[in-house]
C-alpha cells in the first residue's frame, strides 16, 4: 500500500460578511428575528442553518398530516415547504376551496404547533409536475400570455393571492406565525419584471415574510436583490431522454465544488441555449441556499430512474462541505394526485407522462408516510447541523490543492473542508449512482499543517463522511477524530459528544493538550496524540453502545458503529432533551407528553425496543415495557399481543393480451398507454386482503409495464414499473372488497429506460401486508 497524502491549505480567515444590503427584514418585535448577510443566514443574532422539507398537504390526506409533520421533525426538518397548487384549489372558476385535504390554514397551523417553520410556495406556476404547473385550466382558456405581466393574467393572479393571504392571515412573524420564507413563482428563468410584480402582488394581499425567494437554476434571471435565489441538485432525472444516460447536470453534485447552479433541472421546458445571469454574480451578495436537493426522484413513463438511500445522503453532505448554508429538500414525503387527470402528461403538452396519481418520489418518507433508509440517513446529517450548525454556517468552504481532472474522473479522491480559518470539518464524498468509485488506501490528510490520521488508512468504496478538526466541543478540545459528529446530550453533571464511525474506518481520537483521559472502553489504547509528546490519542476504540471515553473535563464521548448511529433520535421526552435509538421510527410529541414508536421492522407487531441516554427516572409507560442495559444506555422493550399480519390472497382472473404499440409525443418521447388498454389487454387481478384492523401498506411483487388499482371501481393507485415493489395504502381498500390490479405488458420497442432489465410479463407475483403499529410511550 503506497500512502497519498492530500493536501490543503487553509485560508486567513474571511472578512466579514455584507450585512444590511438585501431589502429583507422580519417583523418588528420578533424575539428571534432571521436575518440575511452575504455568507449566511442568522436567527435572533446567531448564525442559522435551517432544514427544509417539501411535504404537499394537497397530496395527503388531512387526518394525517400531524403525524407526518413530526416524523418530518424527528429527522432534523426545521422548516417544511408546500407549492400551495392554484389548481388543486379552483378547479373550476368557482370561488378557491379551502376545505378537506385542501385546508392551507390548517397546514400551517400545525406547523406552528410543533415548532416547524412554513414556506408556503405560492406560484402562481409551480410546476410540481402538475398539469399546466398548477395553473387551473380555465385561466389558460382566458389569457394568451400567462406567466407575464399581462393585464388579464394578473387580474386572475390578484385574487388568488389574495384567497392566500385570506386563509394565512394571523400566521406570519409580526404575529407570532410561523412563515419564514415564501417563494414566488417556480423555475421563470427570464422573467424579472413579472417575478417582482408577483411579489409587490402578493404584498399589496397582505402577505409578509422575512425572506422572499425565487429558484435560481437554469441562470435565472432575478429583479435586483428583491429575491433571494435558492438553488438545487438531484441524483438523478425524470425528465432527460431515455437513452441519454445519468446526465452530467447530476454527476457534478457528487463532487465538491463552487459551481452553485444546476442548469439541468428543468431543462425540458426551457431553452437551454438561453442563459441568464451566473451564479456567481449572486454569490457575491446572497448565501449559498437550496430548496430543491434531491430527497428521491419521480419517475415518468418514458425515463423510471432508481435512487437510492446513499445517492440521496451523499449528495446532501457534499453540499454541505460545497458551502451550503440551507438543505432544502424536493421532496421529503410523497404524495398522491387529488384526483386522476392532474398530473403533467403529453396530452396537456408537457415531455414527460407521469403516473395518473401516484408522486411518491422515493422520498424519505413515502407516498402512505412509509419510512425509508434514506430518512436515517439524512436525519444523521441533520443532528451534525442541529447542534453545529452555527459553527458550520459561517465556515468557508475551501477544495484541496489536487482537484479532479473533470466529471468523469473516478481515481481523485474527492474531499473539502469547511473553516473558519483554524478549526473546521472534513468531508469526503466516494460514492456517486451508476458505477462504484474505486477505494482510496493508505490516505492521509494535511490540512492547515494538522496531519491525521496517526496512521493512514482506506477510504471505502461507498463512504462519505465529515470529520472535525481542532474543534472545541464543551471546552473539550478534539484534534482531529476519524468519526463524524453527531450531537451532544446531557449525562448527569457531563456533557457527551457523540460520534458516528464510518464503516471499515479505524476510530481514533485525538485530544489536546492538557486533557486528561481517565476512561476508555475495553480494548481502547491512549498514547500522545503528537510527536512532541502532547495531546492523548485514543486509538483501538471499537464503537458501539459501550464505547464511552472519560475525560477530566466537562466532556465525554460515546463512538457508536455506523449502523447504530444511522438509529439515533434527539428529541425532549420525560422532562428533558435524550438521545434514543431504535430501529423503528420514533416521534416526540411534547402536546401529548409521549413518545411513539411507528414499527418498521420485521416482529415491530409484537415488541419494539428503544435505548435511551440519559434514562428517565422512571420507567417509560408502555405496553408490556422492561429494561435492560445496553452499554451507557438504558434499553427498554415493549411487548403485546397482535394479530399476526393478514396474508392477501391474488387471483388471475384474466391473463394479459398484446401489449399496447409504442407511441410517442412531446418531444418523441414514449407516451403511456391510453385509458383503453387497461380494458382490452392488461391481465386483472383480483387481490384479497382479510378483514383485519392493521395500518400500513399492502406490497404487491409485480413485473409488467404500467399498472392501476381499484377499488369499488374506482381507481386507487397507479405505478410505472421500474424493479420496485409496488406499495398501496392498507386505508384505500374498503374493507370486504377486492382490489382489482390491471397490469399492462411492455411493448419492447417503446424507447424507455429502466435501472433493471425490461420484462414482457404482465403479472402481480405475490402480495404481502406491511404492518406499522404506533406504539407509545408516555
Not at 335 to 343: E, R
Amino acid at each position: 500500500m503506497t500512502p497519498v497524502t492530500h493536501h490543503l491549505r487553509i485560508p486567513a480567515p474571511a472578512a466579514p460578511p455584507r450585512t444590511g444590503h438585501l431589502p429583507f427584514s422580519d417583523a418588528p418585535g420578533a424575539p428571534d428575528p432571521v436575518e440575511i448577510t452575504s455568507r449566511w443566514l442568522t436567527r435572533g443574532g446567531k448564525p442559522w442553518f435551517p432544514v427544509s422539507g417539501e411535504f404537499h398537504y394537497s397530496r395527503y390526506p388531512k387526518g394525517g398530516w400531524e403525524e407526518e409533520l413530526l416524523k418530518m421533525k424527528a429527522a432534523g426538518v426545521t422548516a417544511v415547504a408546500s407549492y400551495v397548487i392554484w389548481i388543486h384549489h379552483q378547479e373550476t372558476p368557482d370561488a378557491p376551496r379551502f376545505d378537506g385535504d385542501l385546508d392551507l390554514r390548517r397546514f400551517a397551523e400545525l406547523c406552528a404547533r410543533h415548532g416547524l417553520d412554513f414556506i408556503p410556495r405560492i406560484g402562481p406556476w409551480s410546476h410540481a409536475e402538475v398539469r399546466n404547473g398548477g395553473l387551473p385550466d380555465w385561466v389558460f382558456a382566458r389569457v394568451d400570455a400567462a406567466r407575464t405581466d399581462d393585464p388579464a393574467y394578473l387580474a386572475l393572479v390578484q385574487p388568488w393571492f389574495e384567497a392566500i393571504a385570506a386563509q394565512l392571515a394571523g400566521l406570519d412573524r409580526a404575529s407570532g406565525g410561523p412563515i419564514i420564507a415564501i417563494q414566488i413563482e417556480n423555475e421563470l428563468y427570464d422573467q424579472p419584471g413579472h417575478l417582482l410584480t408577483l411579489k409587490r402582488m402578493a404584498q399589496q394581499a397582505g402577505m409578509d415574510a422575512p425572506l422572499w425567494t425565487s429558484t435560481a437554476w437554469g441562470g435565472v434571471q432575478l429583479p435586483g436583490d428583491e429575491l433571494m435565489p435558492l438553488y438545487g441538485g438531484y441524483p438523478e432525472t425524470f425528465w432527460t431522454e431515455a437513452d441519454g444516460g445519468w446526465p452530467d447536470t447530476c454527476r457534478k453534485h457528487f463532487f465538491f465544488t463552487h459551481q452553485r447552479d444546476d442548469e439541468g433541472i428543468g431543462a425540458d421546458l426551457r431553452p437551454t441555449t438561453v442563459r441568464g445571469v451566473d451564479s456567481a454574480v449572486y454569490a457575491e451578495r446572497f448565501p449559498w441556499a437550496t430548496c430543491e436537493l434531491g430527497g428521491g426522484m419521480a419517475v415518468a413513463y418514458h425515463r423510471r430512474p432508481r435512487v437510492t438511500a446513499a445517492d440521496i445522503g451523499s449528495l446532501g453532505l457534499t453540499k454541505i462541505g460545497c458551502g451550503s448554508v440551507w438543505q432544502g429538500y424536493y421532496m421529503f414525503h410523497g404524495g398522491t394526485n387529488p384526483a386522476p387527470g392532474l398530473q403533467e402528461s403529453h396530452a396537456t403538452g408537457y415531455p414527460n407522462d407521469l403516473p395518473v396519481l401516484t408522486y411518491d418520489f422515493q422520498a424519505p418518507l413515502g407516498e402512505y408516510g412509509q419510512y425509508r433508509d434514506s430518512y436515517d440517513e439524512l436525519r444523521l446529517q441533520h443532528l451534525l447541523l442541529a447542534e453545529f450548525g452555527e459553527r458550520i454556517a459561517p465556515m468557508e468552504s475551501v477544495l484541496p490543492l489536487e482537484l479532479p481532472t473533470g466529471q468523469h474522473d473516478g481515481e481523485t479522491l474527492r474531499w473539502a473542508v469547511r473553516t473558519d480559518g483554524e478549526s473546521g470539518f472534513l468531508f469526503v464524498n466516494n460514492h456517486q449512482p451508476h458505477g462504484e468509485l474505486a477505494e482510496h488506501p493508505g490516505t492521509t490528510f494535511v490540512v492547515g499543517g494538522l496531519s491525521f490520521p496517526s496512521e493512514p488508512f482506506t477510504v471505502p468504496q461507498g463512504a462519505y463522511f465529515c470529520w472535525p478538526f481542532r474543534m472545541e466541543f464543551g471546552g473539550l478540545r478534539v484534534e482531529w477524530a476519524t468519526a463524524q459528529p453527531v450531537c451532544t446530550v446531557q449525562d448527569g453533571d457531563r456533557t457527551v459528544l457523540v460520534l458516528a464511525a464510518t464503516e471499515g474506518v479505524p476510530v481514533e481520537v485525538a485530544l489536546g493538550a492538557g486533557v486528561e483521559v481517565n476512561a476508555v472502553p475495553e480494548g481502547a489504547e491512549t498514547g500522545p496524540a503528537f510527536e512532541d509528546g502532547s495531546g492523548v490519542l485514543v486509538t483501538g476504540i471499537r464503537p458501539g453502545t459501550a464505547a464511552r471515553i472519560g475525560t477530566g473535563m466537562g466532556t465525554d464521548l460515546l463512538v457508536l458503529d455506523a449502523a447504530t448511529a444511522r438509529t439515533a433520535y434527539k428529541g425532549y421526552a420525560w422532562g428533558t432533551e435524550r438521545l434514543v435509538l431504535s430501529t423503528e421510527g420514533v416521534v416526540f410529541d411534547t402536546h401529548r407528553d409521549e413518545v411513539r414508536l411507528h414499527g418498521r421492522t420485521p416482529g415491530s407487531r409484537e415488541s419494539v425496543s428503544f435505548a435511551v441516554l440519559p434514562a428517565p427516572e422512571r420507567m417509560p409507560k408502555g405496553e408490556g415495557t422492561t429494561e435492560a442495559r445496553d452499554g451507557v444506555f438504558t434499553r427498554y422493550t415493549l411487548s403485546g399481543s397482535a394479530d399476526p399480519a393478514p396474508v392477501p390472497a391474488v387471483e388471475l382472473l384474466r391473463p394479459a393480451g398484446d401489449p399496447p404499440p409504442a407511441t410517442t409525443g412531446v418531444l418523441q418521447r414514449a407516451s403511456a398507454p391510453a385509458d383503453e388498454w387497461y380494458e382490452r389487454s392488461a391481465a386483472v387481478h383480483e387481490v384479497r386482503v382479510p378483514p383485519h384492523d392493521h395500518a400500513g401498506v399492502l406490497r404487491l411483487h409485480w413485473r409488467g409495464d404500467v399498472a392501476r388499482a381499484y377499488a369499488g371501481g374506482r381507481l386507487v393507485a397507479d405505478q410505472f414499473y421500474s424493479g420496485r415493489p409496488w406499495d398501496i395504502g392498507l386505508d384505500l381498500l374498503p374493507e370486504g372488497e377486492p382490489l382489482t390490479v390491471r397490469v399492462l405488458p411492455a411493448d419492447p420497442t417503446a424507447q424507455v429506460y429502466l435501472p433493471v432489465e425490461r420484462e414482457g410479463a404482465a403479472e402481480v407475483r405475490d402480495a404481502e401486508v406491511v404492518t406499522a403499529r404506533v406504539w407509545r410511550v408516555g
